[in-house]
């Protein structure tokens, strides 16, 4: 049962690049990562998946080493808006059992 | 098209009544979860739907929570004696065939007074 561990809080400036890591060390060959953000009183919103390597969309990178046990979201210069909550999901494959990481608190200040 | 939708948006009830929380997912999405939020938490993974079966119901809380799914389309979350621990938002999520993104309602606010 892969169970994950992120900062609970990150400060940035808008503009900036953001990273936030996700270790998950009990990851299981089927597992894929996927990262959901989250605003207050509204459902989390997916962003990004990847299984191995490194995945990019039109809104941020997964960053995902070999073995697998940990990932980084990466997200480019940053506005006001991302301000968020974001989760790291491991899971999916054989037992579809979903486990959603504590949460980073990203705090963007103008 | 229309997004995952759930009712009520908000229900307050009384400890020790039954509460059944709706789920209505994406039209052909054939995966469905349940998922719990208390207020400042992370999100707690209650039980998963393929198609009308559910492969693993081992993150309900206790056996006053039960789930069903018909025509691998609606979904209901039954609570049985709610306790005012049961004070939550209840999330509901759904996905297509072999896609692991889920598709998250706007959830529904339970509070147990």
């Known amino acids: 049962l892969a169970k994950t561990t992120q900062p609970i809080s990150m400060d940035s400036y808008e503009g900036q690049e953001v990273n936030i890591t996700c270790s998950h060390n009990?990851?299981?060959?089927?597992?894929?990562i996927t990262w959901y953000q989250q605003f207050p009183s509204q459902g989390p919103r997916f962003i990004i998946q990847g299984y191995k390597t490194k995945v990019t969309n039109e809104v941020a990178s997964l960053f995902i080493p070999a073995d697998r046990k940990s990932s980084t979201l990466s997200l480019p210069r940053v506005s006001l808006s991302d301000t968020a909550v974001y989760y790291c999901?491991?899971?999916?494959?054989?037992?579809?059992?979903?486990?959603f990481g504590t949460g980073t608190l990203l705090a963007v200040q103008p | 098209g229309a997004g995952v939708s759930q009712s009520p948006s908000n229900k307050v009830t009384e400890k020790g009544k039954d509460v059944e929380l709706r789920c209505d997912p994406i039209?052909?999405?054939?995966?469905l979860y349940w998922y719990r939020q208390s207020l400042g938490q992370g999100l707690e993974f209650l039980i998963y739907f393929q198609g009308n079966s559910a492969p693993d119901k081992s993150g309900l809380p206790s056996d006053r929570f039960s789930a069903e799914r018909t025509g691998g389309s609606v979904s209901t979350l039954t609570i049985q004696r709610t306790q005012q621990e049961d004070s939550a938002v209840y999330l509901c999520?759904?996905?297509?065939?072999?896609?692991?993104?889920?598709?998250f309602g706007p959830g529904t606010r339970l509070t147990v007074t």
């Open positions: 999901l491991v899971g999916g494959g054989a037992t579809n059992k979903l486990i």
């Open positions: 009990n990851i299981a060959t089927n597992d894929y």
């Open positions: 039209s052909g999405h054939t995966a």
């Open positions: 999520a759904s996905s297509g065939q072999g896609v692991y993104e889920q598709y």
